[in-house]
């Protein structure tokens, strides 16, 4: 499983409608928000609100077998709650320009507290 994280800007005085639709995600629509990660193939979905002094932040935490591509795909979609997604929480709540390719990620840091184990060929691990 992959994981793509990432933090997009919330529109200057949007944050309350960008709060508003994600409780209609967890809420009225929420059917139709977990048959969107479902078929765009999204497994975990977290998402933050960090408050910097540029301003509101959304930080998402996307796995999957592809979280860019799954994003691209709900992006393009023709379904009925993928385009609300994309014309409210996307467009309007984060004033985003979606008619480019979503950007990659550098890995700068990892830490794991868990130690990797080692594979010894004998079935068990050390």
């Known amino acids: 499983m992959n994981s793509y994280l990432f933090a997009v800007p919330i529109a200057p005085g949007k944050t309350e409608t960008w709060k508003n639709y994600v409780k209609e995600m967890t809420g009225s629509r929420n059917e139709d928000y977990k048959k969107s990660r479902k078929r765009a193939g999204i497994r975990t979905e977290q998402v933050f609100l960090q408050r910097t002094p540029q301003g509101d932040m959304c ?12 994003l691209e795909t709900m992006i393009k979609s023709n379904d009925p709650f993928d385009k609300w997604f994309r014309d409210k929480v996307l467009i309007e709540a984060h004033g985003l320009d979606l008619s480019g390719p979503m950007p990659e990620n550098e890995s700068i840091l990892n ?4 130690p990797v184990r080692e594979y010894t060929g004998s079935g068990k691990s050390r």
């Open 111 to 114: 830490y794991f507290e868990t």
């Open 59 to 70: 930080v998402v935490r996307l796995e999957g077998d592809n979280p860019i591509k799954s």
